[in-house]
């Protein structure tokens, strides 16, 4: 208490000066208009730019946010606009009811967002990491897409991290079809560049163009039909001359990856376990008789 005094004591007249500045200007732009517009104004502006400082960085703090929603957004919508060019191009009167079936099958699809915390491009066997886990949801043997389309399978899944096999690894193997087309194979990469994957096994007897769309055919669990994955750029012989390889353009950036989307099929899922459990059933009772 004898210091604050002391402070207070020996310095008194800078308060004081102080406290007389503050009275002088309360003064001034209270009883005189124009000083008293000139601080308002200024004021405002001032308060104006702290405002807009405040927004500039929530806005960026929120980034990864809106960068989750739009990836997701952007899925969404790459099925609306297939599942609507199907239907114009099947359009034989009322075609409600096939829509509404297709529409019911993708509510079977949740998205987990999430966010690829380490990637690598310069393999024969690539890997992805992912900041989600089995906590959130991610299980083994999920497909993995984002904005762009589709980026790989979920491989191994551990808490709150999940590794990916991508498109880029030499051991995937992704059902694809040629879009509007129906002729089907099998993607896989086979090393070197990261923007270029074969689509294989396509049956010889198959009609399709140059730069025409590949997309998933939904032949499996994995993906939904009509995940972009390329276009095609060149068409090959298969080494035994029985089917064609089609060299794909893939859409994906992998070089430039950082917001993707686990798909979670719960509906297919659970009908494969179910014929799994027919199956079953079935073998034992044949074992029995």
Request: net charge neutral; charged share 20%.
């Given at each position: 208490?004898?210091n604050?005094?002391?402070?207070?004591a020996?310095?008194?007249?800078?308060?004081?000066?102080?406290?007389?500045?503050?009275?002088?200007?309360v003064l001034?732009?209270?009883?005189n208009?124009?000083?008293?517009?000139?601080?308002?104004s200024?004021?405002n502006?001032?308060?104006?730019?702290?405002?807009?400082?405040?927004?500039?960085?929530?806005?960026?703090?929120?980034?990864?946010?809106?960068?989750?929603?739009?990836?997701?957004?952007?899925?969404?919508?790459?099925?609306?606009?297939?599942?609507?060019r199907d239907?114009i191009?099947?359009l034989?009167g009322?075609?409600s009811?096939?829509?509404?079936g297709?529409?019911a099958k993708?509510?079977?699809?949740?998205?987990?967002?999430?966010?690829?915390?380490?990637?690598?491009?310069?393999?024969?066997?690539?890997?992805?990491?992912?900041?989600?886990?089995?906590?959130?949801?991610?299980?083994?043997?999920?497909?993995?897409?984002?904005?762009?389309?589709?980026v790989?399978?979920?491989?191994?899944?551990?808490?709150?991290y999940?590794?990916?096999?991508?498109a880029l690894?030499?051991?995937?193997?992704?059902?694809?079809?040629?879009?509007?087309?129906?002729?089907f194979g099998?993607?896989?990469?086979?090393?070197?560049?990261?923007?270029?994957?074969?689509?294989?096994?396509?049956?010889?007897?198959?009609?399709?163009r140059?730069?025409e769309?590949?997309?998933?055919?939904?032949?499996?669990?994995?993906?939904?039909?009509?995940?972009m994955?390329?276009?095609?750029?060149?068409?090959?012989?298969?080494?035994?001359?029985?089917?064609?390889?089609?060299?794909?353009?893939?859409?994906?950036?992998?070089?430039?990856?950082?917001?993707?989307?686990?798909?979670?099929n719960?509906?297919i899922?659970?009908?494969?376990?179910?014929?799994r459990?027919?199956?079953?059933?079935?073998?034992?009772?044949?074992?029995?008789?």
């Open positions: 208490m004898r604050l005094l002391e402070f207070l020996k310095y008194n007249h800078w308060f004081l000066f102080v406290f007389l500045e503050v009275v002088s200007f001034l732009f209270q009883y208009s124009y000083q008293g517009s000139v601080w308002f200024t004021a502006a001032v308060a104006g730019k702290v405002y807009d400082w405040d927004a500039k960085v929530e806005t960026f703090f929120s980034l990864t946010k809106v960068n989750e929603r739009l990836n997701e957004r952007n899925l969404m919508l790459e099925q609306q606009v297939r599942l609507l239907s191009a099947s034989h009322d075609s009811a096939t829509k509404g297709e529409l993708l509510q079977g699809y949740r998205l987990i967002p999430a966010k690829v915390v380490h990637n690598t491009l310069d393999r024969a066997d690539n890997f992805i990491t992912i900041d989600k886990g089995y906590t959130d949801g991610v299980r083994k043997d999920m497909g993995v897409a984002c904005g762009m389309g589709v790989g399978i979920v491989y191994m899944v551990a808490s709150h999940s590794v990916i096999i991508p690894n030499t051991q995937s193997s992704i059902s694809c079809m040629i879009q509007d087309r129906g002729y099998y993607l896989r990469w086979y090393g070197n560049d990261p923007t270029w994957a074969l689509l294989e096994d396509v049956p010889r007897h198959a009609h399709f140059l730069y769309n590949v997309v998933t055919s939904g032949y499996s669990s994995v993906f939904p039909p009509g995940i994955v390329g276009r095609i750029q060149h068409v090959y012989n298969s080494p035994d001359g029985l089917a064609y390889r089609l060299m794909v353009r893939l859409s994906t950036d992998f070089g430039n990856l950082r917001d993707v989307c686990v798909i979670d719960t509906a899922s659970e009908r494969i376990d179910i014929l459990a027919s199956q079953d059933s079935l073998r034992l009772q044949q074992n029995n008789q």
